[in-house]
C-alpha cells in the first residue's frame, strides 16, 4: 500500500545549524509530495510542495526534491533558527485520486541558541 | 479572509458521554476531512467527505460519526467517548481531489476522555 517514513525524532540542533529530516515513500503512480509544519499549539500549515519527479519545493529557506528513483523527498534549510522549532510531517496524495493525504509519523525539530 | 475553524479548543468528558466536535470552513470547499493526532502514529484520518450528504469511513472510522447536511460544515461526533479517543482532532478541507490537493487544516480540538 501507500505509506509514508520519516526519520524518527526527536532532532535537536543549534541555531545557524544545517538541518535534513529523511522521507522516503511506497506508492503505486505518481503522487504529489509535501512537507507540512506544526507550530506549537497550532495546526498544519503546508511549508512546500512538488507534483512530479525533478520538482523541488522551496519556502521559507527550506528545500525538498521529488526523487522518483530514490522514493524520497527529504527535507533540507542551510541554516535553521529557534522560530524553526517545530513538529515537521511528509506526505503524499493517495494516487487513487480520492484526494486524501497519507502522512508520515512527524519529525519534532527543537532549535536552541 | 477565508479560514476553517474548530470548536471547542478545548474539552474533557467522561466514558460513556456522547460528544460532538464542529469545524466550519469558509474556504468553500467540497472536500472535508477529519483526523486524528497521536504520538508514534502522525495524522490518521477518521472520516471524510467530498460534499452535501456524501461521507466516507478513514482508515480509523469506528466509534465516530459524521454528517454534512452543509459545505461549510463538518461535525464529527463520538457517539459513546472511550479513553483511547483522547487525542487532539484536526479538522481539514481542499479544493480538488486530484494533483495538487492542497490541504487547509483547523487549529485542532484537544479531547481528553476520563
Known sequence: GNSVT???????????????????????????????VQYPGEGLQLLLKATKADDKGSNKGFEATYRKETTSFHLEKGSVQVSDSA????????????????????TTLQVKP | DAEITQSPRHKITETG?????????TWNHNNMFWYRQDLGHGLRLIHYSYGVHDTNKGEVSDGYSV???NTEDL????????????????????????????QFFGPGTRLTVL
Open chain 2, 75 to 102: 461535525p464529527l461526533t463520538l457517539e459513546s467517548a472511550a479513553s483511547s479517543q483522547t487525542s487532539v482532532y484536526f479538522c481539514a478541507s481542499s479544493l480538488v481531489r486530484t494533483g495538487f490537493n492542497e
Open chain 1, 6 to 36: 520519516q526519520m524518527e525524532g526527536p532532532v535537536t540542533l543549534s541555531e545557524e545549524a544545517f538541518l535534513t529530516i529523511n522521507c522516503t515513500y511506497t506508492a503505486t503512480g505518481y503522487p504529489s509530495l509535501f512537507w507540512y
Open chain 2, 17 to 25: 458521554r456522547q460528544v460532538t466536535l464542529a469545524c466550519h470552513q
Open chain 2, 67 to 69: 454528517s454534512r447536511s
Open chain 1, 87 to 106: 513538529v515537521y510531517f511528509c506526505a503524499l496524495s493517495d494516487p487513487g485520486n480520492t484526494g486524501k493525504l497519507i502522512f508520515g509519523q512527524g
